[in-house]
């Protein structure tokens, strides 16, 4: 029971502050995932469905979008400190 409602009166405030950079440093390659498995999910579906390679377009934008951020994200990870957080 406690998955579905978790219980409260244990919680005590986290000593760091949410950090939006550590997120991207930490979650960019989850993100590029779940933008290429809907991508794959989407273009299985459609040769099934209509026996032939159709790639929809705003998939196909969206995929390459998701591919530049993930690339962008990772450069920034490995060859600069911009996504280092101080005390993470």
Same mark, same amino acid.
């Given at each position: 029971m406690p998955a579905f409602f978790p219980r409260l009166h244990g919680w005590k405030q986290p000593e760091l502050d949410f950090s939006f950079r550590n997120v991207l440093r930490r979650e960019?390659?989850?993100?590029f995932a779940i933008i290429a498995t809907l991508f794959v999910i989407d273009s299985a579906r459609e040769y099934l469905a209509e026996q032939a390679t159709m790639i929809d377009q705003a998939? /196909?934008? $969206?995929?390459?979008?998701?591919?530049?951020?993930?690339?962008? /994200?990772? $450069?920034l990870k490995k060859h600069t400190g911009l996504l280092t957080v101080d005390g993470r």
């Open positions: 960019y390659s989850g993100f998939w /196909l934008t $969206t995929f390459i979008a998701g591919a530049a951020i993930y690339i962008l /994200l990772r $450069t």
